[in-house]
Antibody
Framework: EVQLVESGGGLVQPGGSLRLSCAAS????????MSWVRQAPGKGLEWVSV???????YYADSVKGRFTISRHNSKNTLYLQMNSLRAEDTAVYYC???????????WGQGTLVTVSS | EIVMTQSPATLSVSPGERATLSCRAS??????LAWYQQKPGQAPRLLIY???TRATGIPARFSGSGSGTEFTLTISSLQSEDFAVYYC??????????FGGGTKVEIK
């Protein structure tokens, strides 16, 4: 059974950092496109970042230069390092499998990041 | 960058009735269009991909149609568990993470 479990969310002050994790089971993270998608309170879905099986990474303009996506192959885990956090980064962050030519077919349960002083 | 527009923003439907949701892309996305259902406090769930293929375990009352720039999600007979927010998403053109703004299906 495919499962994605996020962790690492919480309350952080503006300018602070946080690292999110997404532990996968039932498939191999390094063989797939893996994305982070976020949802601000009461708002729609916004794609944040993707990592390709070959290791290439891409980011939404809103987070470029501040967020870094990575993975640990032996732990089968995806990460999102978030630095210089802003109030507008407050959202539930989901990891999901999928990207170009492939829908987001599996999603984690999400982890809430709140940026506030 | 492709913009996905969903209409209506809110759809009020009685249980047992048919619901028709629309999604328009600002340029052609071929058939690389997905629909997701999201209930409060839950992650989105893939319903339809390839514009018309139901994902695993999705009931037959959900159907998708369209190609190019115009797409439709139809729920043939709404059940209580179908009241939720529905999002479309194109995964054809760069960047493929473009979601529509969502349609909330509420009880009439």
């Amino acid at each position: 059974e495919v499962q994605l479990v996020e962790s690492g969310g919480g309350l952080v002050q503006p300018g602070g950092s946080l690292r999110l994790s997404c532990a996968a089971s039932g498939f191999t993270v390094s063989s797939n496109y893996m994305s982070w998608v976020r949802q601000a309170p009461g708002k729609g879905l916004e794609w944040v970042s993707v990592i390709y099986s070959g290791g290439s990474t891409y980011y939404a303009d809103s987070v470029k230069g501040r967020f870094t996506i990575s993975r640990h192959n032996s732990k089968n885990t995806l990460y999102l390092q978030m630095n210089s956090l802003r109030a507008e980064d407050t959202a539930v962050y989901y990891c999901a499998r999928g990207w170009i030519q492939l829908p987001f077919d599996y999603w984690g349960q999400g982890t809430l990041v709140t940026v506030s002083s | 960058e492709i913009v996905m527009t969903q209409s209506p923003a809110t759809l009020s439907v009685s249980p047992g009735e048919r619901a028709t949701l629309s999604c328009r892309a600002s340029q052609s996305v071929s058939s690389n269009l997905a629909w997701y259902q999201q209930k409060p406090g839950q992650a989105p769930r893939l319903l339809i991909y390839g514009a018309s293929t139901r994902a695993t375990g999705i009931p037959a009352r959900f159907s998708g149609s369209g190609s190019g720039t115009e797409f439709t999600l139809t729920i043939s007979s709404l059940q209580s568990e179908d009241f939720a927010v529905y999002y479309c998403q194109q995964y054809n053109n760069w960047p493929p993470g473009a979601f529509g703004g969502g349609t909330k299906v509420e009880i009439k």
